[in-house]
């Protein structure tokens, strides 16, 4: 097979290059598996606990939505229910990442041509690329499966779990490397790798959410929750996952012997010989280069917004069946504040996917700059404040039309759904609006490091990662106090109709000032 | 005669590396001014220091009279750069990215910019991924050429042209000239910079080296002389400025500093010539001797 010849040497070239950014995706992964799992453990310890948490669940469709069934009372079986989400969303971002990263972005900054040049075969760079993301899923599908049974698991449960969660990390690997067949660019390889990945979570949401529960097996997603592990055992899971990865890498792997270096089977068609007199300035200019994935995006929030509107409502089934639940409920104010809870949890991770956009928005300007496009724009008479803040609007507004598409959306849905459009949408709407500052300080803490610290932009991922993990485990896991008022998204009032200025005054200042300084750095710094 | 551009004593660290060690570069308003050195020797440093990309570390750099750090923006409306390495945008047709960067200097004529099209045969309508270093050049060039400005930094654009467009480029460059605008041009293309630079200056490890018109720099190098005499000649190492010698009974062949020449003729006079050659430096040699690490 004289076209995988070099693949050896380009693994090892991979592994050089990953060696920091791969182990701790791993290690990243396997922990905040094991640390839920230990966590959700002791938040059930009882046979009793377990049924009951069964029953709310189950007989909830907003929470069964989100997190799918549980779908067996023994305690691993309630762990892989709560962490299959979380787990499935790591392994599938490590695996496009990695695997775009190896192949298509190598291959359009030019680098590819360089190795392809020497002693490698035309299909090495994929091959080596897939080598490199199912070894990291391996790894951490061990990982895990030996921190489960450390835990006291069944050791056939823990190991399924574990290879579940690879097998579909190294599915999503393949989804990436036939994605880098279709598209020229990077971006757009991940684009369609985590529309893919989108396209797999709404199935099986709708699926489990509501009466056509096929649906869910349209899902890879869907289909590593029906591993059921420590219940059923379905090892056949792993095996239809990774039947799945090998026709896509088949189906890869012949379309890299039908197009020409740097192509994509899609052709890009020809452009206007002359600008648009519109194109006249820097905003104009990022407009253009900011449109589509503002349009996409924005797609994006609506489609999520309607869908979560629409289940909203359901989230009262609760009340109904659980005479506990609803003495509760009852103290807080009732059914209506029970959406309000539901809307406002939902909303808070809408505004962290908000804060994805905000952040890669903001840094397409470091993008510019290291791809060397931005050196002519700052050599006409283009001043760098001027230039920053082109793309920094983008950011900005781009962030505040997200939260008002998902706001509108959701809150036309959930109006439908209880037949009170007019009185319901201002509430969603504010609801929505309320995130906006603590998106924005995310966008402040991309700034303010292109401006300063430049090498140092993937800092503002760490942090929106951080902030993910404390919002969304924090209070599980018992966090303490000072360490969640870390994330912005801590200080964002919790409940419709009782919003306090104060802390969004706070975060608006933060925001600001964080742009600021990096605006300031900006233009204190050299560009390259 | 104003300066267009004058640098003196200009610094500019990375971390521990010294790409700027006390550069000196003087350009006159309308000449075409030669940027010559080896890869690594500080031009683009240089060129991205003069337009207020980089912040020098120490000495002093005026861009048109002005300040290229403090008034980049306003300095940056009177000229046209074309970076050695272009890049555009993936989703822009070239013809786009034309006309964008002419609005951004202030404007450019869409009938020059028709011309130079024609002439550099490229495609505007092709997106920005699908051209060739070459062609990516041509439409930085394009657009630098078709603004209206009074100077333009060109940074080695010709790399990756073909012969044809090479000359085209000269024709070009020599139209700007007679246009009275500065130019200054950073180049490896040795005929290029002979065919088209008033003045030269050769820099490298971040310093200048040589600078002047072509006449004054090959003044500064050695003519080789070639000569069979009459008597075995004698005394010939010790003359001033005489390199090389190699001496076989009559013949004789050895270089001479241009300055010395007279002094070296004469001596060999007296010995009776019977055949003499003697080359001029070509600009070869010229700049081999600065490029190439000279031993201490």
């Not at chain 1, 010989?273 to 995006?297: E, K, Q, T, V, Y």
């Not at chain 2, 394009?142 to 930094?153: F, I």
Request: glycine content about 10%; aromatic content about 6%.
């Amino acid at each position: 097979m004289t076209t995988l010849v070099g693949t050896g040497s380009l693994i090892r070239l991979a592994l050089r290059l990953d060696r920091v950014r791969l182990p701790i995706w791993i290690l990243v992964t396997a922990g905040l598996v094991l640390a839920t799992a230990s966590s959700v453990a002791e938040l059930y310890p009882t046979e009793a606990s377990r049924r009951q948490i069964a029953a709310t669940i189950g007989s909830n469709p907003a929470m069964t939505a989100i997190y799918g069934q549980v779908y067996d009372t023994s305690p691993g079986a309630v762990v892989m229910w709560r962490l299959a989400i979380t787990g499935a969303l790591l392994v599938t971002l490590m695996s496009i990442m990695t695997v775009n990263r190896h192949t298509r972005q190598d291959e359009e900054a030019g680098r590819l041509e360089l190795i392809g040049a020497t002693v490698v075969g035309r299909h090495a760079p994929m091959a080596a690329a897939l080598i490199v993301a199912t070894g990291a899923n391996i790894l951490a599908a061990l990982l895990i499966a030996a921190g489960l049974t450390g835990q006291g698991m069944p050791v056939d449960g823990s190991f399924l779990a574990g290879l579940s969660f690879g097998a579909l990390g190294i599915t999503f690997a393949a989804v990436a490397a036939a994605a880098a067949q279709l598209a020229e660019n990077a971006r757009t390889v991940t684009g369609i790798s985590v529309l893919v990945l989108a396209v797999a979570f709404v199935l099986r949401l709708i699926g489990d959410a509501g009466s056509a529960t096929w649906v869910s097996w349209l899902s890879p997603i869907g289909w590593l929750q029906k591993a059921h592990p420590y219940a059923e055992n379905r090892w056949w899971i792993v095996v239809l996952l990774l039947a799945v990865a090998i026709v896509l890498i088949g189906a890869a792997y012949a379309l890299v012997s039908r197009r020409d270096h740097g192509a994509g089977l899609v052709r890009p068609r020809p452009g206007p010989a002359d600008a648009a007199a519109s194109l006249n300035g820097p905003f104009a200019l990022a407009w253009r280069l900011h449109r589509w994935s503002m349009i996409g995006w924005m797609i994006g929030f609506l489609v999520l917004g309607v869908m979560f509107g629409s289940i909203a409502n359901s989230a009262t089934d609760l009340v109904k069946d659980n005479p506990q639940v609803a003495r509760i409920v009852e103290q807080m104010g009732g059914k209506s504040a029970l959406i309000d809870a539901f809307m406002t949890a939902i909303l808070g991770i809408i505004a962290l996917v908000a804060s994805v956009y905000a952040v890669q928005a903001t840094l397409r300007l470091r993008a510019e700059e290291t791809s060397v496009r931005a050196e002519p724009v700052l050599a006409t008479g283009v001043s760098r404040l001027g230039w920053a803040l082109s793309h920094l609007v983008f950011a900005a507004v781009g962030a505040a039309v997200m939260l008002v598409a998902a706001g509108l959306a959701m809150g036309v849905a959930y109006g439908i759904s209880v037949g009170d459009v007019s009185g319901q949408l201002g509430n969603v709407l504010e609801a929505a609006l309320v995130q906006l500052p603590a998106t924005l300080v995310v966008a402040g803490i991309a700034m303010a490091l292109f401006g300063l610290a430049p090498r140092y932009v993937i800092g503002s991922w760490a942090a929106l990662t951080v902030f993910w993990l404390l919002g969304q485990l924090g209070p599980m896991l018992q966090v303490p106090q000072w360490l969640m008022n870390v994330s912005p998204f801590t200080h964002v009032p919790k409940l419709l109709g009782d919003i306090s200025a104060t802390p969004l005054i706070w975060l608006s200042v933060v925001a600001v000032v964080l742009m600021a300084v990096g605006l300031a750095g900006f233009r204190r710094r050299d560009i390259g | 005669m104003t300066h267009a551009i004058s640098v003196s004593g200009l610094v500019k660290n990375f971390g521990r590396t010294r790409a700027l060690d006390g550069l000196d570069l003087t350009v006159s308003e309308g000449e075409v001014h030669g940027f010559l050195g080896p890869n690594g020797a500080g031009k683009s440093t240089t060129i991205r220091v003069l337009l207020g990309l980089l912040r020098a570390d120490a000495g002093t750099a005026r861009l048109l009279g002005g300040d290229p750090w403090g008034q980049a923006a306003e300095l940056h409306r009177r000229l046209a750069y074309v970076p050695g390495d272009v890049t555009l945008w993936p989703n822009l047709s070239g013809g786009e990215v034309i006309d964008l960067l002419g609005r951004l200097r202030g404007g450019l004529d869409p009938k020059r910019k028709a011309v130079l099209l024609e002439r550099f045969e490229l495609d505007p309508t092709k997106k920005g991924r699908t051209y060739s270093k070459g062609n990516r050049q041509k439409v930085a060039l394009v657009a630098a050429l078709s603004s209206d400005v009074e100077l333009l930094v060109l940074d080695e654009p010709t790399s990756g042209f073909d012969p044809l467009m090479e000359a085209m480029f000269r024709e070009c460059i020599e139209e700007e000239k007679e246009r009275d605008r500065t130019v200054l041009l950073s180049s490896h293309i040795l005929s290029e910079v002979e065919a088209l630079c008033d003045r030269v200056s050769i820099i490298r490890n971040g310093r200048t080296v040589e600078t002047g018109s072509l006449a004054q720099l090959r003044h500064l190098t050695r003519t080789s002389i070639q000569a069979e005499l009459a008597v075995e000649p004698t005394g010939l190492a010790g003359l001033p400025g005489v390199h090389d010698l190699q001496a076989r009974d009559h013949h004789v062949k050895f270089e001479v500093d241009t300055a010395e020449l007279d002094g070296a003729l004469r001596h060999l006079t007296t010995f009776g010539i019977r055949s003499l050659t003697s080359q001029p430096p070509t600009l070869e040699e010229l700049f081999l001797r600065h490029y190439e690490d000279e031993p201490k």
